[in-house]
């Protein structure tokens, strides 16, 4: 059980593109789900937090309307990246909390996103 | 502030036992997690601990004392594909999981 999913594993656009990354809770119902970033040989870097039905809550330094987070149902939350350059290439990467194990986070496999 | 120490590399033969500490702040405490994730992949859940002692799992243990602000992760038996990084991660007052970079463990025939 807990197993998350995301789509595409990877991507790579042109810059000025926007891209959509799907992260779903296959079997459990996902009361919160997170976007991370993360760089190579970096700390997973949380980017917002979502509740299904309301608006995320952005960490300080993400810009909201750039990288645009949709939850829209318990099993489903999306992150789109608007007009993509080349630093915002990253492994992205989402996880889901909910289920009988209210308090553990499960990730899903991630998302390399390149940005030509 | 919040903060996580935990070392940054850290070598163990196959078949033998490695622990590995680590130590936090955070602003509240909900419990701490472990995660292991190997290069290029997303993290997987190792283990949860919210009560202070031991917690046993097949060939991985995490230890837990709130008073210390402190944790390990005790991996038996290694194995080659134990080779990955460890992530100690406390969760704050806010339910929010605190990540540092993790311990790159490299297991070694």
């Known amino acids: 059980g807990a197993v998350v999913s995301q789509h595409p594993s990877w991507v790579i656009c042109k810059s000025g593109t926007s891209v959509k990354i799907e992260c779903r809770s296959l079997?459990?119902?996902?009361?919160?789900m997170f976007w991370y970033r993360q760089f190579p040989k970096q700390s997973l870097m949380l980017m917002a937090t979502s509740n299904e039905g309301s608006k995320a809550t952005y960490e300080q330094g993400v810009e909201k309307d750039k990288f645009l987070i949709n939850h829209a149902s318990l099993t489903l939350s999306t992150l789109t990246v608007t007009s993509a350059h080349p630093e915002d290439s990253s492994f992205y990467i989402c996880s889901a909390r909910g289920g009988g194990d209210s308090d553990t986070q499960y990730f899903g496999p991630g998302t390399r996103l390149t940005v030509l | 502030g919040q903060n996580i120490d935990q070392p940054t590399e850290m070598t163990a033969t196959e078949g033998a036992i490695v622990q590995i500490n680590c130590t936090y702040q955070?602003?509240?405490?909900?419990?701490l997690f472990w995660y292991q994730q190997h290069a290029g992949e997303a993290p997987t859940f190792l283990s949860y601990n919210v009560l202070d002692g031991l917690e046993e799992k097949g060939r991985f243990s995490s230890f837990l004392s709130r008073s210390k602000g402190y944790s390990y992760l005790l991996l038996k038996e290694l194995q080659m594909k134990d080779s990955a990084s460890y992530l100690c991660?406390?969760?704050?007052?806010?339910?929010?999981?605190?990540w540092g970079a993790g311990t790159k463990l490299i297991i070694k025939p």
């Open positions: 991660a406390p969760m704050d007052s806010n339910y929010q999981l605190i």
């Open positions: 079997d459990f119902q996902a009361t919160t």
């Open positions: 955070t602003s509240g405490f909900n419990g």
